[in-house]
């Protein structure tokens, strides 16, 4: 067993750290108060490898390990957890997808440019009616010649109004249930894809999550991504992935949000004296510490079994749920370590105390990664 980061592992932290801080900071707090897209961070994120960290560099990815992707999207989210998920999504539910599921064709022609970070993906399993019953989808894509034609609509699509490929599940075969439901590879410039609206969100505010619909979109066969009926089981198989992402993004929000108590905790003065000397302040953040430590190594840990091929979905749920209850409760916590302060947009805790919240409901809420947890030890 060795804890030991390897050299690209230690390079990727550094390197997100450094861009993290130098490119993401400054504008973090404007960008969440007035709901600003990242534009030009996108853009550097691109360049630098970050839109696709463990896709194979021959499709435009910079073909790293699942640890360090990880390591990555814990930094960006150690400073802003909106540029996290939307590299979250491009990474890990998308390129990732196409990688494991699409044709030697899909990969050149739409993997390399996501991967590359000349595009953007998105990814659009929920639907009004289809949240954790995810296979209870209403959207129909109906087979006419060489084409399916999609209706339906989809909501809290993450980076969907900003995208250029939506890898979107939708029943091909309403009469067989969960095993009648394929994946599509939706070109957004087509006719008949619509932003019907941006969500107006509680935290991850300079990220955008849209409802969208899709009236009589034509899309060619050659955009369905693996066969037809395999579309719930991908979806779901690209989740398993996902959520080591969701994982890294909360362990990520939790950190920030210790490392602001923790300095507060040394400066602020009450009673004549450093409040972290007070015993409640000074073992609350003992036990963030702990909980972040305990957070990061399921976290990693999901991710190496994901590296060396073993199963890794109840590690995958098991990485989430605890480091997103980790993120909330670290969050709440130094919201109270900052007292009045914590309340205040001028400090950053607020921002975690709303960001973190989210990491607890998307990518199937903590209710449903207990539940993929107790289904795997079951069998
Ligand atoms: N990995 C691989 N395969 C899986 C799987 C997993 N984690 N979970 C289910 N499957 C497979 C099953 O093996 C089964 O296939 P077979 O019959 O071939 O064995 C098939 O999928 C159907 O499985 P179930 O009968 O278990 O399906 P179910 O209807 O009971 O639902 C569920 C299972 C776990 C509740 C699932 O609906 C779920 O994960 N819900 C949460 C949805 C979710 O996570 N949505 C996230 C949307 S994306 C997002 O949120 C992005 C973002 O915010 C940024
Ligand atoms: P519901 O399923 O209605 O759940 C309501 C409550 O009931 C929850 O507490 C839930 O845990 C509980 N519950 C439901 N079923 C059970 C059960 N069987 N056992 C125990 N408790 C249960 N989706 C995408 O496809 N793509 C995206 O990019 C995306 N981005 C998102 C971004 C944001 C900001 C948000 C808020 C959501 C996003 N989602 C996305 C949707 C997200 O995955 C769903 O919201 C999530 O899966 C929960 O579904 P729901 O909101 O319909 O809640």
């Excluded at 399916?148 to 029943?171: C, D, E, F, Q, R």
């Excluded at 073992?283 to 909980?291: E, G, Q």
């Excluded at 409760?329 to 302060?341: E, L, M, R």
């Amino acid at each position: 067993m060795d804890f030991k980061l390897s050299e690209d592992q230690e390079f990727m932290r550094k390197a997100a750290r450094e861009f993290a801080e130098g490119e993401i900071r400054p504008t973090v707090a404007e960008r969440d108060e007035h709901k600003i897209w990242p534009t030009d961070i996108v853009q550097k994120m691109g360049k630098l490898g970050f839109m696709g960290v463990a896709i194979d560099e021959a499709y435009g990815g910079a073909g790293l390990d699942y640890i360090s992707y990880a390591i990555m999207i814990e930094e960006l989210s150690r400073v802003d957890a909106s540029v996290g998920v939307i590299a979250s999504v491009n990474n890990s539910l998308v390129c990732a997808g196409i990688e494991k599921f699409g044709t030697e064709e899909q990969k050149r022609e739409i993997l390399t440019p996501l991967a590359s970070g000349q595009q953007l993906g998105a990814f659009s399993l929920s639907e009004p009616g289809a949240g954790s019953d995810a296979a209870a989808q209403k959207t129909r894509a109906v087979e006419d010649g060489d084409y399916y034609v999609i209706t339906g609509t989809k909501n809290w699509v993450t980076n969907g109004s900003k995208a250029n490929t939506i890898l979107l599940m939708a029943m091909t075969a309403p009469e067989k249930g969960v095993k009648g439901i394929s994946a599509f590879l939706v070109d957004t410039s087509e006719p008949g894809v619509s932003v019907l609206k941006v969500e107006d969100k509680l935290g991850i505010r300079s990220a955008q999550s849209a409802q969208m619909s899709y009236d009589e979109l034509r899309v060619h066969k050659s955009r369905m991504l693996g066969q037809p009926g395999e579309g719930f089981k991908i979806a779901m198989t690209i989740l398993n992935g996902g959520r080591i992402g969701i994982a890294s993004q909360a362990l990520g929000i939790a950190q920030g949000a210790y490392e602001a108590a923790l300095e507060y905790a040394k400066v602020r003065e009450q009673f004549g004296q450093s409040i972290i000397n007070f015993q409640a302040v000074g073992f609350t953040l003992a036990d963030m510490a702990t909980r972040i430590k305990a957070a990061r190594m399921l976290t990693y840990h999901a991710a190496w079994l994901k590296d060396q091929g073993e199963n890794y979905i109840a590690a995958a749920a098991m990485a989430k749920v605890n480091a997103s209850e980790t993120a909330m409760w670290t969050a709440t916590k130094a919201v109270q370590i900052f007292g009045s302060n914590g309340y205040s947009k001028e400090y950053p805790v607020e921002r975690y105390f709303r960001d973190a919240k989210i990491t607890e409901i998307y990518e199937g809420t903590s209710e449903i990664q207990r539940l993929v947890i107790s289904r795997e030890i079951a069998k």
